[in-house]
């Protein structure tokens, strides 16, 4: 399992994997809770796998489906969804939009990634 300090260190898909689990959780009116004990996560465990601070494995992502009752299929499929918006909503933004989107998506560019989307043909850092 990959263990990062920060947000901005993971993955699109893992970031948005963890606002699909929390929509998911809203839908359902479940407070967090109730979706970790159903998991037999710990809270801390399920906080920083919804606040994508950690990756979560297999076994964490499928408990926390059966805990929400959504297949892990789907919710991936779903958060390949929103990822793939997030970035497309970058690499569409006019160069002033890219700091706004970073600021405001669960999918945030890191620098490389804006620098390269707003000077494609030179290299960065």
């Known amino acids: 399992m990959v263990r990062m300090g920060t947000k901005s260190r993971l993955t699109p898909l ?10 998911e959780r809203g839908a359902r009116d479940l407070t967090q809770q109730d979706v970790y004990e159903a998991a037999g996560l710990s809270r801390s465990a399920y906080w920083h796998i919804e606040t994508a601070r950690r990756q979560p494995d297999a076994a964490q992502i499928e408990a926390i489906c059966q ?5 892990p299929s789907e919710l991936f499929r779903r958060a390949e969804v929103r990822a793939n918006r997030s970035q497309e909503k970058v690499l569409n933004a006019e160069p ?16 490389r990634e804006a620098f390269a989307t707003l000077h494609p043909d030179d290299e960065c850092c």
Not at 96 to 111: G, K, S
């Open 67 to 71: 805990a929400l009752r959504v297949a």
């Open 96 to 111: 002033i939009e890219v700091e706004r989107l970073a600021a405001h998506t669960d999918a945030a560019p890191t620098e």
């Open 14 to 23: 893992t970031q948005a994997l963890a606002a699909e689990i929390r929509a």
